[in-house]
């Protein structure tokens, strides 16, 4: 074997294992739309959208099930700080709807009067009802109708298929680079192999 077939080898084979490896990651989302094949009863797509319901689900069942759970998203919002933003939000819709209910004729004294004692009664007993919503939402009944796992669902299958590439690509572009490239050496490897073998063999 002379040095031209030594070194063309390995280059070939690393390239094969390159494009191999750029062709199959191109595949995870292309063609977005199903191509036939004249003569075929099956067309080509690419992984992602031609079983994006299914991924849609089962991403959904993850999150709900392993990643965020709605017995853990119910107990940080009973955290004193998110009760102390519900209430404070509270208490401003409150003041505000009482300010636009109280009829114009009403002189101004009177209606600081009034909102200063709604005010009063409002961060009094505000919180305690706040709570008491709280606690009474954790009992079961409102993590029974949070389904989280349909919401996520719902949310990947709204979106477009290429902004869901391009999220995912946003992501792992570096890992899916990687992928090419170790494609690339494998295939070189695999040329010094063959070229060992063809030597030893001779």
């Not at 004249?38 to 031609?50: D, F």
């Not at 009034?114 to 409102?142: F, H, N, T, W, Y």
């Not at 992501?171 to 070189?188: D, M, N, P, Q």
Request: hydrophobic share 50%; charged share 25%.
């Amino acid at each position: 074997m002379d040095w031209w077939a030594a070194l063309s080898i390995p280059v070939i084979s690393a390239f094969i294992g390159w494009i191999t490896n750029l062709i199959a990651v191109k595949a995870i989302f292309k063609p977005y739309e199903p191509l036939r094949i004249p003569g075929l009863p099956w067309g080509i797509q690419g992984v992602v959208p031609k079983r994006r319901a299914e991924l849609a689900k089962s991403i959904g069942e993850i999150v709900e099930q392993e990643l965020v759970k709605v017995d853990d998203l119910l107990q940080q919002m009973k955290s004193p700080e998110i009760l102390d933003r519900i209430t404070h939000s509270a208490n401003e819709s409150i003041r505000c709807m009482i300010i636009e209910r109280i009829p114009s004729w009403v002189p101004n004294t009177v209606r600081g009067v009034i909102l200063e004692m709604m005010g009063d009664m409002l961060d009094k007993q505000m919180p305690q009802v706040v709570r008491q919503i709280m606690e009474e939402s954790g009992g079961g009944a409102l993590g029974e109708k949070i389904k989280l796992a349909q919401l996520v669902e719902e949310r990947l299958n709204a979106y477009d298929i290429k902004q869901i590439e391009a999220l995912i690509l946003k992501v792992a572009s570096r890992e899916l680079k990687h992928i090419e490239l170790l494609g690339g050496v494998l295939g070189f490897i695999i040329g010094l192999v063959q070229v060992a073998i063809v030597y030893l063999s001779t």
